[in-house]
């Protein structure tokens, strides 16, 4: 089984960054696209970014762009998300997720195979 660990999250002050990572491990499998989704208390999971493998091609919430980065390395099976100008509605628990295949959305949480167990980000004052 693929197992996927997140880490870098923490209480931040507004306006503060923070790099968030996730190392895949397991089984060989096949990374078409890699993706971060949050949650906070009371709504649902939401879509932030994600990456294509192979190309690298991007894709961003209309809520995180120009403000957040999603990048990857092949070689470690590692996803990161660099988070600028961070606000308190950012708060929210972090997943990454893998998708195997291209056949589906990338925004849409049930399109990806494999979940981590999420970090905590807090952006507060």
């Known amino acids: 089984q693929v197992q996927l660990v997140e880490s870098g999250g923490g209480l931040v002050q507004p306006g503060g960054s923070l790099r968030l990572s996730c190392v895949a491990s397991?089984?060989?499998?096949?990374?078409?696209?890699m993706g971060w989704f949050r949650q906070a208390p009371r709504k649902e999971r939401e879509f932030v970014a994600a990456i294509n493998w192979s190309g690298g091609r991007t894709y961003y919430a209309d809520s995180v762009k120009g403000r957040f980065t999603i990048s990857r390395d092949n070689a470690k099976k590692t996803v990161y998300l660099q988070m600028n100008s961070l606000k308190p509605e950012d708060t929210a628990v972090y997943y990454c997720?893998?998708?195997?295949?291209?056949?589906?959305?990338?925004?849409?949480?049930?399109?990806?195979?494999?979940w981590g167990q999420g970090t905590q980000v807090t952006v507060s004052s």
């Open positions: 397991g089984r060989t499998f096949t990374t078409y696209r």
């Open positions: 997720a893998v998708a195997s295949s291209g056949g589906g959305n990338y925004y849409t949480h049930d399109y990806y195979d494999y």
